[in-house]
């Protein structure tokens, strides 16, 4: 399903990875356009975080938003420009 939420991926020790925003969302994965510094290791574990709004805002309010956390395996890197495109495959929820 197309979604454009905030993401981001860091590392098991605590390294931002990448930050960008999600460009579709299924059961299992996640694919994420963003800036990477470098690029991501598709070797071994890292956790995604993503912001997921929580109730449609009334008018003149603002959206809120909730954080939901996954181990994650990065299976897929492709160059956009000057941004990257990341397949990502949610492998446990941690929050």
Do not use: D
């Not at 912001?51 to 890197?77: E, F, H, K, N």
Request: proline residues 6%; glycine residues 10%; contains cysteine.
């Amino acid at each position: 399903m197309a979604a454009a939420h905030p993401a981001r991926i860091w590392s098991r020790r605590g390294r931002v990875l990448a930050q960008g925003r999600t460009a579709n969302i299924s059961e299992n994965g996640v694919f994420i356009i963003a800036r990477c510094p470098k690029q991501p290791p598709m070797e071994g574990e890292a956790f995604v975080e993503i912001q997921l709004p929580t109730v449609t805002p009334a008018r003149g309010r603002r959206q809120r938003t909730r954080s939901v956390r996954y181990r994650c395996r990065i299976v897929r890197i492709r160059t956009l420009g000057h941004l990257v495109g990341l397949g990502v495959e949610l492998i446990e929820k941690i929050g």
